[in-house]
């Protein structure tokens, strides 16, 4: 997957799909704007979908593309390991999707056995574990999050 | 084991396959909290684990403590109607006093004055029930958690989901955004009307008899699930149901949910014969991915070779 990180999140053109989706996010879109006019013109097929936090539709629309789509995902980075996850489970590979975040680069872990927070990468591999920076406590961090706390929860990696 | 157990135990299936659904039903006799035989035990194991781990146990958000209010009125109200020989609640204009002859405690009170109770509203009620209590406050077409008193949850964590909408704490639940089930059961519960409450019946099975099944205690209570074997698994897995209510608070227009759980050994289940048939037809047709988000998996086998084997046994 890539990720852009720099401070002003760029998004590429990958040319040669036979579909192109654009999930984003209300300043997401401006950072999808210059691709998206370039596709409309040459008339490509794609769609687009609105994200917002918490849309229970978007699983939904994943999973409904066929093969051979390229997805680019451009939302708040808060929110851009949750999609990942989606994207993941909708059967998405890491070369047909590009994730454009802004926002904080740092997404937080809450520690399910004592609360702390430990901060990360927000381009934070999903499948590698985390050390509670309180307690020690190795968490696999999940893909459910809590505005409030403006975290993910970490599960214990080991029973 | 009281003689009564098994006539007390809430069944939770009605078919011979389980899957997520909306199963909520209108309640015969409506009702917040019902009192048990473990009463006393459940309290004080309640009451010691709201002094050792008040974080996990109680969470609180500043803009709700009108609907605590409303939570002790009507949890305190209910005890003194259903269970009169054991709870009383006098009312004089805003002085109020709740008895409480199973403990043998007086409070008095000035109904709305955070100052003169011991804890927050909720947190002061919830230690006299043996059900946790959760309020979800009513907002813009939504449901939040804005405070609950957790001590027995089903590896879950309160001070994570704390202000949480109703479909974000249903985030983990493998299926449920996919099939719109959290759409459906939020629109439902939306149109909860006050003096209509409704139940459900959740199951799950668990490694042990422990109560608090936190999940900030999952590394060392989760560890149990290896030591299951089809020997010891009629005393060792118990079956463990949450019934779960649902209330909608006339005043301050929020949801009550109070769920009251149910611990049962298997062997003392499978005395049941209908029972032990009925469960293993479901757990052997059970997907695996509710056996995975349930945390059967790792003994799912164990249990139903023990089943099977009862079920020889009896025949
Ligand atoms: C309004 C109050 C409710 C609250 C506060 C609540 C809370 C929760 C929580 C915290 C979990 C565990 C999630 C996790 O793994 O982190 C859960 C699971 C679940 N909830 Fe709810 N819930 C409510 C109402 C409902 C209703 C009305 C239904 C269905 C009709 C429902 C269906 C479920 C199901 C099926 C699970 C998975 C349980 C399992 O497989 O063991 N919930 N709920
Ligand atoms: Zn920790």
Known sequence: ?159 | MKLNELDLFPYPFHDDVYRYSNNSVLMDKPSSVEITPNYLEEINLKRKLLGSSPARCFQSLPYAKKAQWEVLEIVAQQLADSYPDKFSLDKKGKNWVFCNTLLNENHSFIIGDDSTLPHEPLDFIGRHVQEDLILMMQRDGDLYLDAGQLCFPANWSLAFNLGMKFKEIHNPIPGFKEEKLDDRILGFLLRVEAGNPWQRKNWSLMAGNRMDTSLETYDQWGKDRKKVTRENAGEFVYLRVEVQKILRMPRTNGILFTIHTYLLSLDEFCQNRKWLEQFYSILSELPEYIAEYKGLSMYKDQVLQYLKDKMKRGD
């Open chain 1, 1 to 159: 997957m890539k990720q852009e990180s720099g401070d002003t999140p760029m998004a590429a053109f990958i040319p040669g799909k036979r579909k192109y989706l654009f999930c984003f996010d209300e300043i997401g879109m401006s950072l999808l704007e210059k691709i998206m006019a370039d596709i409309r013109a040459k008339d490509i097929p794609f769609e687009i979908f609105h994200f917002s936090h918490q849309e229970s539709a978007l699983p939904a629309w994943l999973s409904s593309q066929k093969m051979g789509c390229y997805l680019y995902i451009a939302v708040s980075r808060k929110y851009l390991y949750q999609i990942m996850c989606l994207a993941e489970a909708a059967g998405f590979s890491e070369e047909e999707v590009q994730l454009i975040g802004y926002g904080d680069k740092e997404i937080h872990l809450f520690c399910c056995r004592c609360h702390s927070i430990t901060e990360l990468a927000a381009a934070a591999n999903k499948h590698a574990e985390q050390l509670c920076s309180c307690c020690g406590l190795l968490l696999t961090v999940s893909s459910h999050y809590s505005p409030l706390r403006n975290a993910y929860l970490g599960y214990p990696a080991i029973i």
